[in-house]
C-alpha cells in the first residue's frame, strides 16, 4: 500500500500527520543511558529528477543529525535495489550491519516532484510502516525531504516528529556596543532564510505562533520598547502596545493564539499582562514590587510559568491564567531565567547562572529533577522542538569580538551542536510541525 | 581671555582735545569672569549677542554636569556618588527649563535579556524618581530600557561590566523631539 500526501503550504487546516506505524519491531529507545546510534542504510534514491540526490541527502542529515541514526557508508552498499519497487535483498543488507533500509523514488514533471519511500526493517525482513509519496512544488524539496525524514524517525522512535519545522531568530551584525539587528524565519536545519524586518530599528526575540502564521517580538522602533506582531505569508507587522510611559516586551502567544502574555513596565516596575490579541484589550497577570517577566504558556493554555526576583533573586514561578498567587518552583543555587514551557507539557527548560557560568536545564513543571544540559561563559533563550524532545538556544562567546551563535541540544544532554549559519544569531524560537 | 581697546576711551580722548597736550590712548584689559570656570568654559553669549550660554547644551550637560551614573552588579540602588552626580543633573534642569530628558537604563551582559531589561528600567526608574524629588517635573522626564543591547565597553570583564551598568540621562531641547 502506497498513500500520497500532498504538501498544501496555503491549506488552513493544523498540524497532522498521518497515522504513525508504532508497532515495527525496530525501535530506538531514548533514554538518558548511552544509546548505540542504529545503522541505517540510505541508498541513492531510484528517479530521474534532479533533485534525487539531494533529497537523499537531507533525509540523511536529518537522521544522523539527531545522534540516534549512524548511517551506513556508501562504499558499504553493495545491495542497493535496482528500481524503487524490486524485492530487498535482507541478507546483503544484514551483511553490512544495517538495522533500517530506506528506499525511495523522485519523480518530477514540470515543477512538481514526487517522492516515494518506503521504511524496512532489515532483521525482521520486512517493511516497516505503509509506503508513503510526498507530492511538491519543486521548489519545496527540502520539505519532501524533510517529511521523509520524520516519517523515519517517527516509526524508529516512537516520538513525535519535528524535521519539517521553522526556527524564527535574530541575525546580529555590527559591534558589539551598536549591534543592528533584524528578524529572519528558516528552516530547523538553516535553510531557506526568509527576512522579516530590514536592520532599521532593534528587534528582540521573536516568538511564533502555535499555528506557525505569526509572531510576536519586541522592537525599539518608536524610541521605546513596544511589542509588535507581525504576519509571516505577508511579512507585514503593528504595534500590540504604544503607551509612550510603559515599556512592553518578552512577548509570547497562548496555544490558542487568542492571548498574548508579556511584560509591562510602569514607573520602573515590571510585570506581567495578559493582551487579547484581537482586541489589544490588557489585563494584569502579576503584579508585585519585584521584577516580573520572560512568561511562558504551558501548552493546555492553562497555566504561565514565568521569572520573578521577589525572593531577592531570580526564581521560577508558575501561575494560573486566572491569577492568584504565584507558586516558585525551583529552589536550587543560581539564577534562574527565560523559562519556556515543552510542547509535550512535562518539562521546562530555563537558563540558570551559577557564579560566572551559564546552563541551560530542564526541569518537570513541578521543579524537580532538575537536569543541566550545557555550560559556557553564556547560554540563554532556550526554545523546545515541537515534539519536545531536543532544544535550540543562544550561545554567546565572550569578549569585545564575541558573537552569539545557534546551538541545539537533546534533552538528554547529548548530541550538543551548532547551527551551520554563515553570520550570528540569537533568540531562536521553534515553530509547530508544519502541515 | 579677551583684550581689546576700550571704545569709551574715544570720548575720553575728545574731552581732552581741548587741551594742548593730548593724553596717551588708555589702555584696559576686559577681564571674562567665565572664562575660567568648570570644566573651562567660555561665556560667549553677550558678546555673540545671543541669549544662550555654553551650559544651556546637551553637551555641557554631559561634559561638565555628568550624564551617567553607574550601579553595582545587579543593584538599583543609587549610590552616593551617584547621588551626586544626579543632584548635579536636578539642578540643571531646574534652571534650563527648556529642555526635557529620557534617562536609559542599562544592564551587563551577564543575565538574561528578559531580566536585564527590566533590571535597567528599575534603574532608569530609580534616576527619574531622584530627579523629580530634587524638584524636577515628571513631565520633562521619561524612561525607557536597553538591557544589555547597547554596552558602552564591550569587553566580558568587571571592569567593563562596571561600565555598562549605568543609567544615562539625554538631554534635548523641548520641542526639538525626544
Known amino acids: 500500500m502506497l498513500r500520497t500526501l500532498t504538501l498544501a503550504f496555503t491549506m488552513a487546516l493544523a498540524a497532522s500527520l498521518p497515522a504513525l506505524a508504532q508497532d515495527g519491531p525496530l525501535k530506538i529507545e531514548i533514554t538518558d543511558g548511552v544509546t548505540e546510534p542504529m545503522a541505517i542504510a540510505i541508498p541513492a534514491f531510484h528517479g530521474d529528477a534532479a533533485v534525487a540526490q539531494q533529497i537523499r541527502d537531507v533525509v540523511a542529515a536529518d537522521l544522523t543529525g539527531t545522534g540516534l541514526f549512524r548511517e551506513i557508508p556508501r562504499d558499504a552498499q553493495v545491495a542497493r535495489p535496482a528500481s524503487f519497487g524490486e524485492a530487498i535483498a535482507y541478507e546483503d543488507w544484514r551483511a553490512v550491519s544495517a538495522q533500517a533500509l530506506v528506499s525511495a523514488e523522485v519523480t518530477q514533471a514540470g515543477d512538481a516532484i514526487s517522492v516515494k519511500f518506503r521504511l524496512y526493517d532489515v532483521y525482521a525482513g520486512q517493511a516497516q510502516g505503509d509506503g508513503m509519496q510526498f507530492d511538491a512544488r519543486a521548489t519545496d524539496w527540502r520539505r519532501a525531504a524533510h517529511k521523509i525524514a520524520d516519517q523515519i524517525y517517527a516509526r524508529l522512535t516512537g516520538e513525535q516528529p519535528y524535521f519539517d519545522s521553522r526556527v524564527a531568530f535574530v541575525q546580529e551584525t555590527g559591534p558589539k556596543d551598536a549591534r543592528i539587528k533584524r528578524i529572519g524565519v528558516m528552516d530547523y536545519d538553516g535553510q531557506n532564510i526568509l527576512w522579516m524586518t530590514d536592520s532599521s530599528s532593534l528587534v528582540l526575540a521573536p516568538q511564533f505562533s502555535r499555528d506557525g502564521r505569526r509572531l510576536v517580538y519586541t522592537s525599539f522602533d518608536s524610541g521605546f520598547p513596544q511589542i509588535r506582531v507581525l504576519d509571516i505569508a505577508t511579512v507585514s507587522s503593528r504595534a500590540l502596545t504604544q503607551d509612550a510611559n510603559s515599556m512592553a516586551f518578552s512577548p509570547r502567544f497562548s496555544p490558542d493564539g487568542r492571548w498574548i502574555v508579556y511584560s509591562r513596565e510602569q514607573g520602573g516596575n515590571t510585570d506581567i499582562w495578559l493582551m487579547d490579541a484581537a482586541s489589544g484589550a490588557q489585563r494584569p497577570l502579576v503584579q508585585s514590587p519585584a521584577i516580573d517577566t520572560a512568561p511562558s504558556f504551558s501548552p493546555d493554555g492553562q497555566r504561565i510559568v514565568f521569572e520573578s526576583d521577589r525572593s531577592g533573586n531570580p526564581q521560577l514561578y508558575v501561575v494560573g491564567v486566572n491569577g492568584g498567587e504565584p507558586s516558585r518552583i525551583s529552589f536550587g543555587d543560581g539564577r534562574y531565567g527565560s523559562p519556556a514551557w515543552s510542547p509535550k507539557g512535562d518539562l521546562i527548560a530555563f537558563t540558570k547562572q551559577v557564579g560566572d557560568r551559564f546552563h541551560i536545564a530542564t526541569m518537570r513543571t513541578d521543579g524537580s529533577a532538575e537536569k543541566t544540559l550545557t555550560e559556557s561563559f553564556l547560554d540563554e533563550s532556550p526554545t523546545w522542538a515541537p515534539n519536545g524532545r531536543v532544544v535550540m538556544f543562544t550561545r554567546v562567546a565572550p569578549g569585545g569580538n564575541g558573537q552569539p551563535r545557534l546551538h541545539s541540544v537533546d534533552i538528554t544532554g547529548r548530541n550538543m551542536r551548532p547551527l551551520s549559519l554563515d553570520f550570528a544569531a540569537s533568540d531562536p524560537s521553534w515553530g509547530p510541525l508544519m502541515p | ?178
Open chain 2, 1 to 178: 581671555m579677551i583684550a581689546w581697546k576700550k571704545p569709551a576711551a574715544a570720548t575720553l580722548l575728545l574731552t581732552l582735545a581741548a587741551c594742548a597736550q593730548p593724553a596717551p590712548p588708555v589702555t584696559q584689559t576686559v577681564v571674562d569672569p567665565y572664562a575660567n570656570a568648570a570644566g573651562g568654559a567660555l561665556y560667549q553669549g553677550d558678546l555673540a549677542g545671543g541669549t544662550l550660554g555654553a551650559e544651556a547644551t546637551p553637551q555641557y550637560f554631559n561634559d561638565t554636569v555628568g550624564n551617567t551614573v553607574l550601579f553595582a552588579a545587579n543593584q538599583t540602588a543609587l549610590t552616593s556618588e551617584a547621588r551626586t552626580i544626579l543632584a548635579r543633573q536636578a539642578q540643571w534642569l531646574n534652571t534650563h527649563t527648556g529642555f526635557s530628558a529620557v534617562v536609559q537604563g542599562h544592564a551587563e551582559e551577564t543575565g538574561t535579556r528578559e531580566y536585564n531589561l527590566a533590571l535597567g528600567a528599575r534603574r532608569a526608574g530609580a534616576v527619574q524618581e531622584y530627579l523629580i524629588a530634587q524638584g524636577v517635573s515628571p513631565d520633562r522626564l521619561r524612561t525607557l530600557s536597553f538591557g544589555k543591547e547597547r554596552p558602552r565597553e564591550v569587553c566580558s570583564d568587571e571592569a567593563c561590566y562596571a561600565q555598562n551598568r549605568r543609567a544615562v540621562t539625554v538631554v534635548s531641547a523641548t520641542g526639538a523631539g525626544s
